[in-house]
């Protein structure tokens, strides 16, 4: 017994750094715990150095945030490109007045049947109508140069309530323009050009400038109804010019009259058959209606005038008298028959002569006129000094 406790009793561990050089030493085979602690340590350590790197990663983390805090806090532009003046200028660009009636620049990014989307600047885009894109009548906004890519100059006038997009006109200015400029036609006292478009029991209306015109029949030189004046341009001279009751007055007799000082007695003109009547025919003669009367047409008698002229047809004709006031001209084939029935029978033959004849009726009438100023200077009394 004794030799053998002294046998336990001489068993001893080898030291940790043998068990963990030789891992099958004697004393590992015969089971010995002793390396329990040693685990546990090697555990606890490991676990103090991740405590520690991940401590240190949290105070770098935190010395960042309280450096950058102090930072926008003492000195919040440093290094920032856009400054403060920047920010007001961005807000004077991107900020307007949408109010109705203020004008404002946008760019068309796309067009459709309906009217056009232009980009003002603004938090949604706009919308050009078909209707205020032009002052003249279109089908499609294309018409009036309307395309993705045109930047123009456009005025509110509404807000659409279903997205509160703005309402956008090119309409209205180019009225604005219109007003302005007959304006300055009336100020020039100039002669347009107008074309009927319509008519009442007073008158007819025609677009001058894109603006639509009343033209008195007082004021139209021809004998023409309102029908066949439709759709035709008439010379004009501006009466009346009032923007703001919207009230624009023409006249075709004052256009005539400036028209008609040009032509003489005795000229000839070339002219175009616009209608018949029984008591002569309405002749064109450059925006100038004239009468040529039946009794007018020829030294022959014209039963029928529809037999020697046409709708249509052009001829010569010779000025014979006109009346600057009341905007009238009367015409004559007449006169420039070289033999009387010329003009029934073969007028080519009379237009070939016209000039000719045309100068010999002016010779004749220079002739009458100084024989008459001949006889009043003849018949004149003499005067005797007392």
């Not at 946008?106 to 603004?122: C, K, M, P, R, S």
């Not at 294309?142 to 005025?155: K, N, S, Y």
């Not at 603006?211 to 008439?234: D, H, M, N």
């Amino acid at each position: 017994m004794a030799s053998l406790a002294q046998q336990f009793g001489g068993l001893k561990c080898p030291p940790l750094s043998t068990v963990e050089n030789n891992k099958f030493s004697t004393a590992s085979k015969n089971h010995c715990y002793t390396v329990l602690p040693r685990k546990r340590s090697v555990i606890s350590a490991a676990a103090v150095v991740i405590a520690n790197a991940q401590t240190r990663e949290r105070m770098k983390l935190k010395e960042m945030f309280e450096d950058a805090y102090e930072r926008c806090r003492t000195l919040p532009l440093e290094g920032v490109a856009f400054t403060i003046d920047d920010f007001h200028d961005a807000l004077e660009k991107y900020d307007f007045n949408s109010e109705i009636g203020t004008k404002v620049k946008g760019t068309v990014f796309n067009v459709d049947a309906n009217g056009a989307l232009v980009d003002i600047t603004a938090k949604s885009s706009a919308y050009l109508p078909l209707r205020e894109a032009s002052i003249h009548g279109l089908k499609h906004v294309e018409e009036a140069g309307i395309v993705p890519g045109l930047r123009e100059e456009f005025v509110i006038i509404g807000v659409n309530e279903a997205d509160d997009s703005l309402i956008l006109s090119l309409r209205n200015i180019q009225y604005d323009l219109a007003w302005e400029r007959c304006r300055q036609l009336q100020a020039e006292d100039v002669v347009v050009k107008g074309k009927v478009v319509g008519a009442n029991k007073g008158g007819v209306v025609a677009v001058v400038e894109g603006l639509r015109g009343f033209v008195p029949f007082s004021q139209v030189s021809t004998k023409s109804t309102a029908e066949e004046l439709l759709e035709k341009e008439l010379p004009l001279k501006f009466v009346e010019v009032d923007e703001e009751q919207s009230r624009l007055v023409l006249s075709n007799r004052k256009a005539m009259a400036d028209s008609q000082a040009q032509l003489g007695i005795g000229s000839v003109v070339i002219g175009t058959v616009q209608s018949l009547k029984p008591y002569g025919a309405f002749i064109d003669i450059g925006g100038i209606n004239g009468l040529l009367h039946v009794s007018q047409i020829s030294h022959d008698r014209v039963s029928d005038i529809a037999t020697v002229l046409q709708p249509g047809d052009t001829l010569k004709v010779m000025i014979l008298s006109h009346d600057r006031e009341r905007g009238r001209v009367s015409l004559s084939t007449k006169k420039l028959e070289p033999t009387p029935g010329d003009m029934i029978r073969n007028p080519k033959l009379v237009f070939e002569k016209a000039e000719e004849m045309a100068q010999t009726f002016r010779q004749r009438i220079a002739q009458a006129e100084a024989m008459a100023r001949a006889d009043m200077l003849r018949f004149q009394p003499e005067w005797v000094d007392p």
